[in-house]
C-alpha cells in the first residue's frame, strides 16, 4: 500500500536548520509531484512548497522564498525540504503529499498524505 513518511523534524534554535524528507517506501515517487505542508496549533494548514514529478519546477508561499528549498531525488524516491534561518513561527506538524500528475496542483487537492513530522523552532 503507497504511504508516505516523513522524517527528519525535531527540535532547532531560531536561526538553526533541517532538512525534511519524505518517501514512500516500497514505491517510486517518479510520478508524483510533491507538496510540504505545515499546521500549526490553531490554524489551518498551509502549504509551503511544491515540486513537479521531474523535479525542475518549483513553487514556495512567500514565508519560504530565500529560506526553504524543495528537492526530488527520483533516484532515491525521496523529497526532502531544506529549511534554513528557521523562525519561531515555522514551527508546526509537516506533512508531505504527493499530486498523481507532472505538475503540482493549483488547490491542496493531493492523492496521498504522510502523517506528518514535527518541527519546534525555539530557544
Known amino acids: 500500500q503507497f504511504q508516505l513518511v516523513e522524517s527528519g523534524g525535531g527540535l532547532v534554535q531560531p536561526g538553526g536548520s533541517l532538512r525534511l524528507s519524505c518517501t514512500a517506501p516500497?514505491?517510486?515517487?517518479?510520478?508524483?509531484?510533491i507538496g510540504w505542508f505545515r499546521q500549526a496549533p490553531g490554524k489551518e494548514r498551509e502549504g509551503v512548497s511544491c515540486?513537479?514529478?521531474?523535479?525542475?519546477?518549483?513553487n514556495y508561499t512567500d514565508s519560504a522564498k530565500g529560506r526553504f528549498t524543495i528537492t526530488k531525488d527520483n533516484t532515491k524516491n525521496t523529497a526532502y525540504l531544506q529549511m534554513n534561518k528557521l523562525k519561531p513561527e515555522d514551527t508546526a506538524i509537516y506533512y508531505c503529499?504527493?499530486?498523481?500528475?507532472?505538475?503540482?496542483?493549483?488547490?491542496?487537492?493531493?492523492?496521498?498524505w504522510g502523517q506528518g513530522t514535527q518541527v519546534t523552532v525555539s530557544s
Open positions: 503529499a504527493a499530486f498523481v500528475g507532472r505538475d503540482c496542483p493549483a488547490s491542496d487537492d493531493y492523492d496521498y
Open positions: 516500497g514505491f517510486t515517487l517518479q510520478r508524483y509531484a
Open positions: 515540486i513537479n514529478s521531474i523535479g525542475y519546477s518549483t
